[in-house]
């Protein structure tokens, strides 16, 4: 069964700092697209940020300049460096592992972000 385990979410005062990390078990970690995505209460989940097996990045609009995702294929781990956080990413964070051209499409917890003004 694959899991994806999330941990480092937490409570931070605005302009602080949070590092996100999610292990990935039973997968070929190193083909898969690894992403973060949030959800707010009340409102979709949205894409944060994306790394691709060859570590190309994708980033939301709002994040960018300010998080930064990477991958450690040995350690079959992803993580997401949040930095100068505002109240407006406080959010449930969750790991995606996503396998281009099939159905395979996971998702784990997440964990909780909340940054106080």
């Known amino acids: 069964q694959v899991q994806l385990v999330e941990v480092g979410g937490g409570l931070v005062q605005s302009g602080g700092s949070l590092r996100l990390s999610c292990t990935a078990s039973?997968?070929?970690?190193?083909?898969?697209?690894m992403g973060w995505y949030r959800q707010a209460p009340g409102k979709q989940r949205e894409l944060v940020a994306t790394?691709?097996?060859?570590?190309?990045?994708n980033y939301a609009d709002s994040v960018k300049g300010r998080f930064t995702i990477s991958r450690d294929n040995a350690k079959n781990t992803v993580d997401l460096q949040m930095n100068s956080l505002k109240p407006d990413d406080t959010a449930s964070y969750y790991c995606?592992?996503?396998?281009?051209?099939?159905?395979?499409?996971?998702w784990g917890q997440g964990t909780q972000v909340t940054v106080s003004s």
């Open positions: 995606n592992a996503r396998l281009l051209s099939t159905t395979r499409n996971y």
């Open positions: 039973r997968i070929t970690f190193s083909s898969y697209v």
């Open positions: 790394i691709s097996p060859g570590r190309t990045t």
